[in-house]
């Protein structure tokens, strides 16, 4: 098992930056990538990046192209979610998430919420 618990959600001003923070533990020896996931009410849920463990090589959705930033700290085993020019939209959850091989996204954190005010 490995268990994720996010922090560094909040209300941030448009155009600001907030940074998330994702600290595994368990069998993460399991775990070949990790990313985030958003959720907002109504829509549907959209997986923000993604870094493939041991590795530099990350993936963003268009979405946050540009903006945003995953980063790892092996030592800490904890993953970053750097958030600049966050824009005015409705409140969401931040999920962070772990794959195993041929299993996907299975492990999930509670998630934290981050509101932009615009």
């Known amino acids: 098992q490995v268990q994720l618990v996010e922090s560094g959600g909040g209300l941030v001003q448009a155009g600001g930056s907030l940074r998330l923070s994702c600290a595994a533990s368990?069998?993460?020896?399991?775990?070949?990538?990790m990313g985030w996931y958003r959720q907002a009410p109504g829509k549907q849920r959209e997986l923000v990046a993604t870094?493939?463990?041991?590795?530099?090589?990350?993936n963003y959705a268009d979405s946050v192209k540009g903006r945003f930033t995953i980063s790892r700290d092996n030592a800490q085993n904890t993953v970053y979610l750097h958030m600049n020019s966050l824009r005015p939209e409705a409140p969401a959850v931040y999920f962070c998430?772990?794959?195993?091989?041929?299993?996907?996204?299975?492990?999930w954190g509670k998630g934290t919420q981050v509101t932009v005010s615009s």
């Open positions: 870094i493939v463990t041991g590795t530099s090589i990350t």
């Open positions: 368990g069998s993460i020896f399991s775990i070949n990538a």
């Open positions: 998430v772990a794959r195993r091989p041929f299993r996907g996204f299975d492990y």
